[in-house]
């Protein structure tokens, strides 16, 4: 039994249920991909990093601290490594229907690479690196001004399997 009187069993359902949500939510997202192009180069698959991400407590100063540093400037830094497409950051608004939610905030970033092991290695790299690119100076002297502002309940790589575009044309500076 977890300190909550839920089952470990339980918790481990919910957990699996929300990665599964999340891999759910990013299909449904729109995100590009250039499908054919990777049937032409069998090098190259499109994974996605899902990170499932909140500020690690409610105090004003740590909820500021961690839109400045995760959302205004982690989600770039990363999107910024070798073979990375774009880094998405959303913020949760509502539940759908009655469904549970598991944070407030989920990050998505799409890259291009041999496998998924292949990219956390270059990934896992790239960001020990201080000057990787202008950004990570600015980036880490924020993290270390802000201090420790995030949790991150759940991380994941998944590889793109398909991709469906819907009826709805792109409509924001985002697409």
Excluded at 36 to 43: G, L, P, Y
Excluded at 108 to 120: G, H, K, L, N, R
Aim: net charge neutral.
């Amino acid at each position: 039994m977890t300190q909550s009187g839920r089952s470990l069993v339980g918790h481990v359902a919910r957990t699996a249920t929300a990665g599964l949500a999340a891999a759910v939510f990013a299909a449904g997202l729109g995100l590009s991909s250039d499908v054919a192009a990777q049937e032409q180069s069998k090098e190259l698959k499109r994974y996605i990093l899902i990170g499932l991400c909140e500020p690690v407590d409610d105090k004003p100063e740590t909820i500021a601290g961690f839109k400045e540093w995760f959302v205004e400037q982690h989600v770039e830094d990363v999107a910024h490594g070798p073979n990375f497409v774009r880094g998405r950051v959303y913020e949760l608004r509502g539940p759908h229907l009655n469904g549970a939610t598991y944070t407030k905030f989920i990050s998505f970033y799409e890259v291009d690479a041999p496998s998924w092991e292949e990219a956390e290695k270059t990934l896992n790299a790239w960001q020990r690196n201080p000057n990787a690119w202008e950004g990570r100076a600015h980036h880490s002297a924020t993290g270390k001004r802000v201090g420790r502002v995030m949790r991150c309940p759940g991380s994941g790589w998944y590889e793109l399997l398909g991709s469906y575009d819907g009826p709805a044309k792109a409509t924001t500076k985002f697409d």
